[in-house]
């Protein structure tokens, strides 16, 4: 039976007054619980964990590509952006399909997101 239903059901007031403290303290308990709990799993390292000159990367610095390779990838990149344009009069759903791959590979120039040589 829950609470309210026992509340509902109690015929004397000092009965009733007594659920209704009842009540009122489980909830003050269980809001007080939860207070505490909450900011104990919250706070991580502390506050030197917020330094960015210290703070460790995620994900882990990638595998920065030789100049040659960096090249290379560009003047792909190029290319294929050109046909792209070159394709953009057609009207062909699937050019964004095509264009995903260029921009992939212009971001991981970028940002240095190559993470295995293998990648090149």
Not at 12 to 17: A, F, G, L, M, N
Not at 36 to 42: G, Q, R, S, T
Not at 88 to 115: K, T, W, Y
Request: aromatic letters at 6%; one cysteine or more.
């Amino acid at each position: 039976m829950s609470f309210r239903n026992q509340l509902s059901r109690c015929a004397d007031s000092t009965e009733r007054r007594m659920m209704s403290r009842r009540v009122r303290w489980l909830s003050v308990l269980f809001v007080l619980v939860c207070h505490c709990a909450v900011p104990c799993e919250l706070r991580a390292d502390g506050v030197g964990d917020n330094n960015p000159a210290t703070v460790r990367p995620v994900p882990a610095p990638g595998v920065k590509p030789s100049p040659q390779i960096r090249e290379r990838l560009t003047n792909a990149c190029d290319a294929l952006d050109r046909r792209i344009r070159a394709l953009q009069s057609s009207d062909s759903p699937h050019i964004a399909d095509v264009q995903v791959f260029s921009n992939a590979v212009r971001s991981a120039l970028e940002h240095d997101e190559f993470f295995d040589e293998k990648e090149f």
